[in-house]
Structure formats: C-alpha cells, structure tokens
C-alpha cells in the first residue's frame, strides 16, 4: 500500500520539537490520520534525496541494516486495516505482514508493559546485522544499534512536532515479540516506539 506523499515543511521548529519532547506512557483512543502515519516512517526511514538512496536517519556505509515495522490497532489509523506493516522506504509503501489487533500480544512480550497496549500503533525497530557486518565485521553490530538510536530520536521528533506522543521501550523478550509481530526470523528487535495521541495532565 502506497503511503501519502510526505511534507517537508511543518508548523512546529525542531528547536520547540526537542523542548518539549517527552516519554509518554498514556494514550488516548483517538486515532492516526493515514497522513500522520506515512510522516512517522518517513521520518523514521523514508528516502530524502532525489536519487532515492539516503534515507532520514544516517547509516555506516549508507548499508542501512534496520527495519521499521508497525503493530496497528483496530480503527487507530484511519484507512487501515490493523495488522503488522512492514515499511518500505524505496517506495514509501507498507505491505501487511499479519492481519490483527497485536497489541496486547506486544505488551505481554514487553515483560507485561500494558500501557503499551493502549498507544493506537507501536513501531518496532528491527536490525539484521549481515547487511553491515558483512563491510565493518563485529563493529557493524554497534553501528546497526547507534542508527537505531537515530531512527528512534527521528520518531519522536515528528512524532511531538505533529502533536502527538510517543514513548519508547527496550525491555522485552526478543523471541516472544519476535513470533508476536511474525518478523523475518534473521531481524532482531531492538526498540518498540508506542505512538498516538497524548491524554491530558490532571
């Protein structure tokens, strides 16, 4: 599924995006527009040249060893179905990898995180290190974390400079949320990123 064209221009500065960046933790139901949707991966991977080969986040070697996949609720974004989505950045498209609600399944792999849960969607980070081991050997594995660090950063950026909240989790059974998300058995999670709109402070 092709994804709406992404903006470049926004109303929020970087500057006042990273100020007011926070983890949050409590989502309401509101859901994702599909245009909210398609910023965040590109955001996160999408391609930023004219060429279409540098992406948003940088990579060692330009070998680009993450995935980004997104667990999506029931009616959470508006014009998708919920299901796992893997993105493809060539061409800014997500296919569906396993139809269904997962996220109470993500958040009981997540070491029974349920605030998880309530987010409308939860991106996971993925990295399948022979893409860049294979030029830098045993330090293309520290390079895959670090871009995974960018990628993650890049998400909660646009994620607060389009008013919406997100958070951030590394604790939680990797073979669990693999089988969970039914990713491709050689991509190892490395971060889950809940997404959506914020509840009010009391």
């Not at 349920?114 to 990295?127: G, K």
């Not at 949320?177 to 490395?190: A, G, K």
């Amino acid at each position: 599924m092709k994804l709406p064209r992404p903006k470049l221009n926004g109303k929020v500065s970087l500057e006042t995006a990273i100020n007011r960046r926070r983890t949050i933790r409590s989502f309401t139901a509101e859901p994702l527009s599909l245009e909210q949707y398609s910023q965040i991966f590109w955001a996160a991977q999408g391609v930023t040249e004219d060429r279409g080969f540098k992406r948003a986040a940088p990579s060692g070697g330009a070998l680009y060893p993450n995935d980004i996949y997104s667990v999506v609720g029931e009616n959470c974004v508006n014009g998708l179905k919920s299901g796992v989505y893997h993105y493809d950045p060539k061409d800014h498209a997500v296919s569906l990898v396993f139809e269904g609600d997962l996220r109470n399944k993500v958040a009981m792999a997540a070491l029974s995180q349920t605030w998880i849960s309530t987010a409308p969607i939860n991106i996971l980070i993925t990295a399948e290190y022979r893409r860049i081991t294979s030029k830098y050997g045993k330090r293309g594995k520290r390079y895959a974390i670090i871009e995974a660090g960018h990628i993650g950063q890049n998400i909660l950026l646009q994620s607060e400079a389009m008013g919406l909240g997100a958070g951030i989790v590394g604790a939680f059974h990797d073979e669990k949320l693999r089988q969970v998300v039914n990713i491709f058995p050689n991509h190892e999670p490395l971060l889950i990123l809940p997404v959506g709109y914020r509840t009010l402070e009391v």
